[in-house]
Protein backbone atom coordinates (compact mmCIF):
# COMPACT_ATOMS: atom_id res chain seq x y z
CA UNK A 1 0.00 0.00 0.00
CA UNK A 2 1.53 3.30 -0.62
CA UNK A 3 2.28 5.58 2.07
CA UNK A 4 3.23 8.75 3.23
CA UNK A 5 4.46 9.11 6.77
CA UNK A 6 3.75 12.74 8.56
CA UNK A 7 5.71 13.60 11.69
CA UNK A 8 5.21 15.10 14.42
CA UNK A 9 1.62 14.12 15.34
CA UNK A 10 0.92 17.66 17.04
CA UNK A 11 3.86 20.88 17.52
CA UNK A 12 3.19 23.47 19.86
CA UNK A 13 4.80 26.77 19.05
CA UNK A 14 5.36 30.19 20.15
CA UNK A 15 3.59 33.37 18.14
CA UNK A 16 6.44 34.42 15.99
CA UNK A 17 8.45 30.93 15.72
CA UNK A 18 8.84 28.55 13.02
CA UNK A 19 6.45 25.89 12.70
CA UNK A 20 7.74 22.72 10.82
CA UNK A 21 6.36 19.43 9.52
CA UNK A 22 7.90 16.94 7.96
CA UNK A 23 6.44 14.19 5.25
CA UNK A 24 8.38 10.96 3.60
CA UNK A 25 7.04 8.89 1.01
CA UNK A 26 7.55 5.45 -0.60
CA UNK A 27 6.34 5.19 -3.93
CA UNK A 28 8.73 7.43 -6.76
CA UNK A 29 5.57 7.27 -9.06
CA UNK A 30 4.58 10.27 -6.82
CA UNK A 31 4.44 13.74 -8.64
CA UNK A 32 2.24 15.96 -6.87
CA UNK A 33 2.74 17.07 -3.40
CA UNK A 34 -0.13 18.85 -1.93
CA UNK A 35 -0.45 20.25 1.61
CA UNK A 36 -4.10 20.70 3.38
CA UNK A 37 -5.00 22.56 5.92
CA UNK A 38 -8.46 21.98 8.46
CA UNK A 39 -9.90 24.24 10.85
CA UNK A 40 -11.88 22.94 13.47
CA UNK A 41 -15.43 21.94 11.85
CA UNK A 42 -14.02 22.48 8.44
CA UNK A 43 -13.36 20.08 5.50
CA UNK A 44 -9.71 20.36 4.82
CA UNK A 45 -8.69 22.92 1.95
CA UNK A 46 -5.55 23.21 -0.09
CA UNK A 47 -3.00 25.06 1.17
CA UNK A 48 0.57 25.04 -0.96
CA UNK A 49 1.55 22.14 -3.51
CA UNK A 50 4.61 21.34 -5.15
CA UNK A 51 6.21 19.30 -8.18
CA UNK A 52 9.30 17.74 -7.99
CA UNK A 53 10.64 19.63 -10.46
CA UNK A 54 11.63 22.03 -7.89
CA UNK A 55 13.14 21.91 -4.25
CA UNK A 56 11.31 24.79 -2.49
CA UNK A 57 7.72 26.84 -3.19
CA UNK A 58 7.05 29.75 -1.50
CA UNK A 59 4.05 31.63 -0.61
CA UNK A 60 3.59 33.88 1.72
CA UNK A 61 4.53 32.80 5.29
CA UNK A 62 4.32 28.85 3.69
CA UNK A 63 7.18 27.09 2.57
CA UNK A 64 7.73 23.70 1.14
CA UNK A 65 10.79 21.81 0.77
CA UNK A 66 11.51 19.14 -1.16
CA UNK A 67 13.92 16.50 -1.45
CA UNK A 68 13.33 14.26 -4.10
CA UNK A 69 16.51 11.46 -3.65
CA UNK A 70 15.41 11.49 0.45
CA UNK A 71 11.36 10.89 -0.78
CA UNK A 72 11.26 13.78 1.88
CA UNK A 73 9.20 17.10 1.86
CA UNK A 74 7.91 19.60 4.63
CA UNK A 75 6.23 22.48 5.45
CA UNK A 76 7.51 25.69 7.17
CA UNK A 77 5.48 28.60 8.40
CA UNK A 78 7.42 31.17 9.18
CA UNK A 79 6.47 34.18 11.65
CA UNK A 80 3.76 31.26 12.80
CA UNK A 81 0.39 33.09 14.37
CA UNK A 82 -2.37 31.96 16.61
CA UNK A 83 -4.89 31.96 13.67
CA UNK A 84 -2.52 29.15 12.02
CA UNK A 85 -3.52 27.08 14.68
CA UNK A 86 -5.29 23.39 12.62
CA UNK A 87 -4.63 20.42 11.49
CA UNK A 88 -1.94 20.17 8.39
CA UNK A 89 -2.09 17.09 6.32
CA UNK A 90 0.66 16.34 3.77
CA UNK A 91 -0.60 14.07 0.43
CA UNK A 92 0.69 12.73 -2.73
CA UNK A 93 -0.58 12.46 -5.56
CA UNK A 94 0.89 10.33 -9.24
CA UNK A 95 0.37 7.52 -11.66
CA UNK A 96 2.63 4.35 -13.11
CA UNK A 97 1.43 4.30 -16.29
CA UNK A 98 -2.68 5.01 -15.96
CA UNK A 99 -4.49 7.78 -15.07
CA UNK A 100 -4.63 8.43 -11.15
CA UNK A 101 -7.99 9.86 -11.21
CA UNK A 102 -6.60 12.57 -8.96
CA UNK A 103 -6.17 9.65 -5.71
CA UNK A 104 -4.46 11.58 -2.98
CA UNK A 105 -2.68 9.42 -0.22
CA UNK A 106 -2.37 11.42 2.78
CA UNK A 107 -0.31 11.67 5.84
CA UNK A 108 -1.62 11.13 9.21
CA UNK A 109 -1.93 14.95 10.00
CA UNK A 110 -0.12 17.05 12.60
CA UNK A 111 -2.29 19.21 15.19
CA UNK A 112 -0.24 22.70 15.06
CA UNK A 113 -1.45 25.04 18.01
CA UNK A 114 0.67 28.36 18.23
CA UNK A 115 0.07 29.89 21.58
CA UNK A 116 -0.16 34.05 21.75
CA UNK B 1 -18.31 30.48 -4.24
CA UNK B 2 -17.73 26.31 -5.10
CA UNK B 3 -19.09 24.13 -2.65
CA UNK B 4 -19.19 20.63 -1.70
CA UNK B 5 -22.08 20.09 0.78
CA UNK B 6 -22.95 17.21 2.93
CA UNK B 7 -26.54 15.62 3.98
CA UNK B 8 -25.92 15.80 7.71
CA UNK B 9 -23.08 17.32 9.90
CA UNK B 10 -23.87 14.58 13.28
CA UNK B 11 -25.48 11.46 12.58
CA UNK B 12 -26.25 9.14 15.21
CA UNK B 13 -27.31 5.67 14.43
CA UNK B 14 -27.96 2.08 15.90
CA UNK B 15 -25.77 -1.09 14.96
CA UNK B 16 -27.11 -2.68 11.93
CA UNK B 17 -28.89 -0.17 10.07
CA UNK B 18 -28.47 0.56 7.17
CA UNK B 19 -27.25 4.46 6.69
CA UNK B 20 -27.04 7.02 3.60
CA UNK B 21 -24.57 9.61 3.48
CA UNK B 22 -25.09 12.31 0.77
CA UNK B 23 -22.69 15.15 -0.86
CA UNK B 24 -23.42 17.50 -3.53
CA UNK B 25 -21.07 19.29 -5.68
CA UNK B 26 -22.03 22.43 -7.72
CA UNK B 27 -18.52 22.44 -9.34
CA UNK B 28 -19.00 20.19 -12.28
CA UNK B 29 -16.48 17.97 -11.10
CA UNK B 30 -15.68 14.76 -13.19
CA UNK B 31 -13.62 13.06 -9.82
CA UNK B 32 -15.75 12.44 -6.23
CA UNK B 33 -14.24 10.93 -3.51
CA UNK B 34 -15.09 9.50 0.13
CA UNK B 35 -12.42 9.46 2.85
CA UNK B 36 -13.04 8.77 7.19
CA UNK B 37 -10.90 10.71 9.47
CA UNK B 38 -9.64 8.96 11.84
CA UNK B 39 -6.83 10.88 14.76
CA UNK B 40 -3.56 9.62 14.08
CA UNK B 41 -4.64 8.09 10.74
CA UNK B 42 -5.47 11.44 8.64
CA UNK B 43 -7.81 10.59 5.73
CA UNK B 44 -8.20 7.02 4.15
CA UNK B 45 -10.10 6.59 1.00
CA UNK B 46 -12.70 4.39 1.29
CA UNK B 47 -14.96 4.87 -2.54
CA UNK B 48 -14.03 7.49 -5.68
CA UNK B 49 -15.81 7.95 -8.58
CA UNK B 50 -14.37 9.48 -12.04
CA UNK B 51 -17.51 9.34 -13.81
CA UNK B 52 -21.53 8.77 -13.85
CA UNK B 53 -22.30 5.60 -12.47
CA UNK B 54 -18.56 4.47 -11.87
CA UNK B 55 -16.87 3.96 -9.30
CA UNK B 56 -13.41 2.29 -7.96
CA UNK B 57 -12.03 1.14 -4.39
CA UNK B 58 -9.97 2.96 -2.25
CA UNK B 59 -7.82 1.63 0.68
CA UNK B 60 -10.34 0.72 2.93
CA UNK B 61 -14.07 -0.15 0.93
CA UNK B 62 -14.63 -3.36 3.31
CA UNK B 63 -18.53 -2.58 5.02
CA UNK B 64 -18.94 0.49 2.42
CA UNK B 65 -20.78 1.36 -0.98
CA UNK B 66 -21.46 3.94 -3.10
CA UNK B 67 -23.61 5.30 -5.93
CA UNK B 68 -23.14 8.06 -8.53
CA UNK B 69 -26.31 8.34 -10.48
CA UNK B 70 -25.67 11.94 -11.28
CA UNK B 71 -22.64 13.84 -11.71
CA UNK B 72 -23.04 16.25 -8.76
CA UNK B 73 -24.18 13.31 -6.18
CA UNK B 74 -22.07 10.78 -4.74
CA UNK B 75 -23.55 9.13 -2.00
CA UNK B 76 -21.91 6.78 0.91
CA UNK B 77 -23.79 3.54 2.27
CA UNK B 78 -23.09 1.62 5.10
CA UNK B 79 -25.18 -1.58 4.47
CA UNK B 80 -24.74 -2.42 8.49
CA UNK B 81 -23.49 0.14 10.59
CA UNK B 82 -21.39 -1.13 13.00
CA UNK B 83 -19.22 0.94 16.25
CA UNK B 84 -16.07 0.29 14.47
CA UNK B 85 -17.03 2.93 11.47
CA UNK B 86 -17.98 5.52 14.01
CA UNK B 87 -15.61 8.22 12.14
CA UNK B 88 -15.72 11.79 10.34
CA UNK B 89 -16.84 11.04 7.04
CA UNK B 90 -15.28 13.69 4.15
CA UNK B 91 -16.89 14.09 0.69
CA UNK B 92 -14.44 15.64 -1.97
CA UNK B 93 -14.47 16.56 -5.50
CA UNK B 94 -12.24 17.25 -8.38
CA UNK B 95 -12.13 18.09 -11.81
CA UNK B 96 -10.06 14.85 -14.01
CA UNK B 97 -6.95 15.31 -14.58
CA UNK B 98 -4.59 13.06 -16.28
CA UNK B 99 -1.22 13.92 -14.43
CA UNK B 100 -3.94 14.20 -10.53
CA UNK B 101 -2.86 17.61 -9.72
CA UNK B 102 -6.12 19.00 -9.65
CA UNK B 103 -7.36 20.57 -6.32
CA UNK B 104 -10.03 18.40 -3.90
CA UNK B 105 -12.77 20.56 -2.36
CA UNK B 106 -14.47 18.88 0.91
CA UNK B 107 -17.16 19.14 2.07
CA UNK B 108 -17.59 20.15 5.80
CA UNK B 109 -17.67 16.28 7.28
CA UNK B 110 -20.71 14.02 8.98
CA UNK B 111 -19.52 12.41 12.10
CA UNK B 112 -21.30 9.72 12.62
CA UNK B 113 -21.99 7.26 15.20
CA UNK B 114 -22.73 4.01 15.59
CA UNK B 115 -24.16 2.96 19.19
Known amino acids: QQQVKQSPQSLIVQKGGISIINCAYE??????FPWYQQFPGKGPALLIA?????SEKKEGRFTISFNKSAKQFSLHIMDSQPGDSATYFC???????????????FGQGTILTVHP | DVKVTQSSRYLVKRTGEKVFLECVQDMDHENMFWYRQDPGLGLRLIYFSYDVKMKEKGDIPEGYSVSREKKERFSLILESASTNQTSMYLC??????????????FGPGTRLTVL
Open chain 2, 92 to 105: ASSHRSDRGSNEQF
Open chain 1, 27 to 32: NTAFDY
Open chain 1, 91 to 105: AASGYAGGTSYGKLT
Open chain 1, 50 to 54: IRPDV
